[in-house]
């Protein structure tokens, strides 16, 4: 046989010995647990003033007083009060018999406040004790839980109430006005709901009273009504009383009166509680006044030992006052001597403190400062107290039963000390020489470091020996004894029960570096609890054959500092990149393994981060730290050239210093665009940490050649590349809303492409078109274009920036990293101008493009685009053609613009050399005429006939934009002014013909003949301008 996965104890032991808030152990497990406890003795009139105490000193100055003692024994839960005054009950038992001493231990589990005076009536005779005996049966055994608890209500309403015992005029307003109205709310049918519901402060008032509790009930003050027992969201108000709702709606309207409410039902809580026993305050004083008189008769000496004193609650203070009376302290009647040893909680204690404070000598203070060498308590205190629980399991229940049979006659103590299970062991030598022993006894499956590693993790500061017991001991054994004989223990679900990993993401690393995957998260959990976690060694060969957990063959390899640790894993290949974006690739990289210390808020920083890596949440402040000196190094390390980004377009816009967050980071920025979330997979938290390390050690030494630098760089330049490719590959996500990667660059192509074409910009060959993309929209001029044209022309224009912003910044054949944009690379270009130049319709989906800018820009121009392009063409191309037409009508399909302007001239000097007015703005008609003349309207002409022979709006939207406004311009004014000039001409002349004939004056005839003349030629030309037939 191997001492291998060898489970030493019995299962059905752990329980029932170590199960410390249930049912009290049997008097035989007790014992064979029991270890001294260390304590104070404390004056309550000096809190500061305490000396090292021990319990034979104290049993002793509790029995050598004449005839009274009382010792409050305190401490928080767990310290181990109940257990002190159980011993003291063992111990006096044996030193202190019936029929001269009668000893009352009152225990605090399996008992409630009827048990309670009953235990005190035992064995008492007489008329007065039998009627307390048959009061309080009749109060209780006939009422249910639920009646019991309407019976609380209905005392306190009745106690707070007119018909309480008050004295009204020394009582406040306050106090005064809940007296008349605070009852309403007790005594209301539909209030009685809430006062009676399970789990609320009446419930647990009646279990304290009337219930029984199966397991320890940890009271660290009063139970009592607090604010939030009152009814402050109670809906369908309308159902309660007038009286109620009145009362109800001050209640929650005022804080004042809802803490003046909660204390006046405190102060009446007792009153309330007592006559459930139907038994008033008054009666159980003089209950406990009456007992210690009758033992005085008999000559017997009363020893009270209370275990839990919050038991008393409700009798508490009667019972303190009954005690507290010295035996002649009250003239004429003799009271038994008395000793009283009470075990309280601190906080429940301070409620009761004025009351015994001045009349009692000294108590005894179990709440002790951490474990330590100048403590108290020492480590070798709690190897011994551990021991004896692991001894206990180990034996069984018959032989301790033996054991503590074997017992003196005298005194009742066993005759010999506990047995120790491991003296028949056959692997007693391998257990003891690696795990240790104590007395004999074994620590096995702990150490003596295991012990302090796992106890200071469950209970940091003050000694807490139920935590040692329950949290440590119970919780290994009976929760992972399975996995020891199993070759799995220690196991990381044992690890994350005491706080996790505290070691170092260097130290874990190299843990993995040489174990398998399995025995690596074991062993981690073995250097956490049984080491001081601060280096890779072997342990005893025994323990690792015990936990069939390999050794490594590493003896006591020290470690420099938590962060210095020797590795053997491969080098990786590391860009030239550093922590602050300086280029370091080119430092001598060198292993130094001397000692050093680091600045205390470095090394805050870096335990920080060793912690996370073990599942603590990352501090803001460091998150905060790293993010400023990551951040420029991950914008160093992307080459934006090689990716043809142009870096000012990303770096602080998609990717900022606030979109790095870190998974459990106790704070984290929302981010839309490109967020690293460090680490990029979860089970990558090490070697994350230890590049995050990197970073702050090279910003303290400003080099690499600290301890251990070649493994740290190594790291960190390999997550930097990782995290730099990974904010590469997540820039195209960011163009759309889905996260799915894309490339903007052809539907932004196409869209200003169209909007080129617009603009009139050519577009026949490749470089036209590129140009096309790149035209400047607010220099054109389109005032005179249809509507809809105009409204998807300032569309483009509008978005023009975004999209030139989104196309610029993918685009560039920049040098050095450069932010400015010096040359493009066109060949991506190539493919979506051929594509959008076939029907001038765009070609790429758009659908899920981001609705954040600026890719925003993209879904609004494609929808303008896809709405209003058909009705741009088609209302321009009427415009046009409704000129063109005009032009056709007036002076036909076949002109010669020289000949109508040599007509319109002749016709215009003939009628001014006939002496008629009427061309006021001739400077406007000669110039107009000039430009008609001179234009080149053939293109124009020809590019009309074809936009009227074709329907198709892909040519339709070519041909428009191409049309210059400039030859519809020179034919409008043209047609226009020429039109006013004869209109008028014609005007002014038939005036003055008529004028003539009028006078009749005969030398006038040839004047009249001239304008007659001239009259025919502007009626002609004005016909040929309107493109009608001369008159005949």
């Not at 011993?87 to 589990?109: F, G, M």
């Not at 080119?586 to 808020?601: A, H, R």
């Not at 389109?782 to 196309?807: C, D, G, H, M, V």
């Amino acid at each position: 046989m191997t001492f291998s996965k060898y489970v030493c104890w019995h299962p059905d032991m752990v329980r029932k010995v170590m199960d410390v808030e249930a049912t009290q152990p049997e008097d035989h497990i007790f014992l064979a647990t029991h270890h001294p406890i260390k304590m104070y003795r404390q004056p309550l009139t000096e809190a500061q003033s305490k000396v090292p105490y021990d319990e034979e000193k104290f049993l002793k100055d509790f029995l050598e007083t004449p005839d009274f003692a009382f010792v409050p024994v305190l401490g928080t839960s767990g310290t181990g009060k109940s257990h002190l005054i159980r011993w003291l009950n063992t111990r006096i038992r044996s030193i202190r018999q019936e029929p001269h001493y009668r000893v009352l231990l009152i225990p605090k589990v399996g008992t409630n406040l009827r048990d309670i005076i009953e235990r005190i009536l035992t064995g008492l005779e007489g008329s007065e004790f039998d009627e307390y005996r048959n009061r309080l049966r009749q109060a209780t055994n006939t009422l249910s839980e639920a009646e019991a608890r309407e019976q609380l209500l209905a005392n306190l309403a009745i106690a707070v109430g007119p018909s309480g015992k008050h004295d009204r005029n020394r009582l406040s307003f306050t106090q005064n006005g809940l007296i008349d109205s605070l009852p309403a709310l007790l005594f209301d049918p539909y209030f009685r709901e809430h006062w009676l519901r399970e789990e609320g402060i009446i419930h647990k008032l009646i279990i304290h009273v009337l219930g029984h509790r199966d397991s320890v009930e940890i009271v660290e003050e009063r139970r009592q009504f607090s604010v939030e027992d009152l009814p402050r969201d109670i809906r369908d108000i309308d159902k309660a009383s007038a009286a109620a709702r009145s009362f109800y709606a001050l209640l929650v309207g005022d804080d004042e009166v809802q803490q003046a409410s909660v204390d006046w039902l405190n102060e009446h809580l007792d009153e309330a509680v007592a006559k459930v026993l139907n038994l008033g305050r008054e009666d159980l004083q003089q209950l406990m006044l009456d007992v210690r008189r009758a033992l005085a008769r008999q000559g017997v000496e009363l020893i009270l030992l209370i275990e839990d004193f919050a038991k008393l609650q409700g009798i508490d203070r009667e019972v303190l006052e009954a005690v507290l009376a010295r035996p002649q302290q009250i003239e004429g009647v003799a009271l038994c001597p008395m000793r009283t040893a009470l075990a309280c909680t601190t906080g429940y204690f301070q409620g009761l403190i004025d009351t015994v404070r001045t009349r009692t000598d000294f108590s005894v203070n179990l709440d002790i400062e951490a474990v330590g060498d100048q403590s108290l308590v020492t480590q070798a205190d709690v190897q011994q107290l551990a021991v004896r629980y692991l001894n206990a399991v180990r034996l069984g229940n018959q032989e301790i039963q033996t054991w503590m049979e074997d017992a003196e006659e005298e005194t009742g103590e066993p005759r010999n000390p506990i047995p120790s299970a491991c003296m028949d062991c056959d692997y007693r030598t391998p257990c003891h020489n690696g795990f240790g022993q104590v007395d004999g006894m074994g620590l096995y499956p702990f150490s003596a470091k295991a012990i302090e590693r796992m106890r200071d993790r469950a209970n940091p500061g003050v000694f807490n020996p139920r935590i040692l017991i329950k949290d440590v001991l119970r919780y290994t054994l009976e929760y992972h004894g399975s996995d020891l004989k199993l070759g799995r223990f220690p196991s990381p679900l044992l690890l994350d029960h005491f706080r996790g990993s505290t070691l170092s993401a260097m130290l874990i690393r190299e843990i993995e570096s040489r174990d398998t995957a399995e025995n690596a998260r074991r062993r981690e959990a073995l250097l956490n609890l049984w080491t001081d976690g601060n280096k890779l060694h072997d342990l005893a060969p025994e323990i690792h054959t015990a936990f069939d957990l390999p050794a490594l063959g590493i003896q006591q390899q020290e470690i420099s500092t938590p962060i210095s640790l020797p590795t053997t894993s491969t080098a990786t290949r590391a860009k030239e990149t550093t922590a602050t974006s300086t280029n370091v690739a080119k430092l001598p990289i060198l292993d130094q393994t001397d000692s050093v210390t680091l600045p205390t808020g470095l090394e805050e920083q870096l335990q920080a981060l060793d912690q996370w890596r073990n599942g603590t949440q990352l501090p803001q402040n460091v998150a905060d730290d790293l993010r400023r000196r990551l951040f420029p190094a991950i914008e160093a390390m992307i080459d934006w050239d090689a990716e043809l980004l142009l870096r000012n377009q990303f770096s602080d816009k998609l990717f900022k210093q606030r979109n790095i967050n870190f998974r459990n980071a106790a704070t984290s920025s929302q981010v839309r665009d490109v967020e690293l979330l460090l680490p990029l997979v979860p089970d990558d938290l090490g070697d994350t940490a230890i590049a995050l390390q990197a970073i702050l050690l090279y910003n303290h030494y400003k080099h690499w050649k600290f301890p251990d630098g070649s493994t740290f760089f190594r790291i960190y330049a390999r997550k930097l590349e990782e995290w730099s490719n990974f904010v590469l590959n997540e820039i195209p996500k960011c163009t759309t809303r889905t996260r799915q990667a894309w490339d903007p660059v052809p539907a932004v192509v196409e869209l200003l492409a169209i909007a080129g074409r617009m603009a009139g910009r050519p577009t026949d060959n490749l470089e036209d078109r590129i140009n096309a993309v790149f035209t400047d929209l607010e220099k054109v001029e389109i005032s005179s274009r249809a509507n809809y044209w105009q409204k998807l022309f300032n569309t483009l224009k509008k978005n023009q920036p975004k999209l030139q912003e989104i196309l610029q910044a993918r685009i560039p054949c920049t040098k050095g990293g450069r932010a400015v944009l010096q040359m493009i690379d066109a060949a991506q270009l190539v493919s979506p101008l051929k594509a959008v130049a076939d029907e001038w319709k765009p070609q790429v989906d758009v659908s899920d493009s981001s609705t954040d800018q600026p890719f925003k820009a993209i879904g609004d121009t494609r929808r303008a685009i896809d709405e209003l392009l058909e009705q741009a063409v088609r209302e321009e191309r009427d415009r046009q053609l409704n000129v063109y037409q005009q032009l056709i009508n007036e002076l036909g399909e076949d002109f010669s613009q020289k000949e109508v302007v040599a007509s319109l001239t002749k016709t215009i000097d003939q009628v001014r050399g006939a002496g008629i007015p009427g061309i006021s703005n001739r400077d406007a008609l000669m110039e107009a005429m000039k430009n008609f003349e001179n234009a080149r309207l053939k293109g124009y002409l020809d590019l009309m006939k074809k936009i009227q022979n074709t329907e198709e709006i892909g040519l339709l939207f070519q041909y428009l934009s191409s049309a210059s406004e400039r030859p519809v311009e020179i034919i409008s004014r043209f047609l226009n002014l020429a039109r006013q000039a004869v209109d008028k001409s014609t005007e002014s002349t038939q005036k003055s013909l008529a004028d003539l004939r009028s006078t009749g004056a005969g030398d006038l005839e040839a004047s009249y003949i001239g304008i007659e003349r001239s009259l025919l030629e502007l009626q002609q030309l004005a016909h040929e301008i309107k493109g009608e037939s001369p008159c005949s």
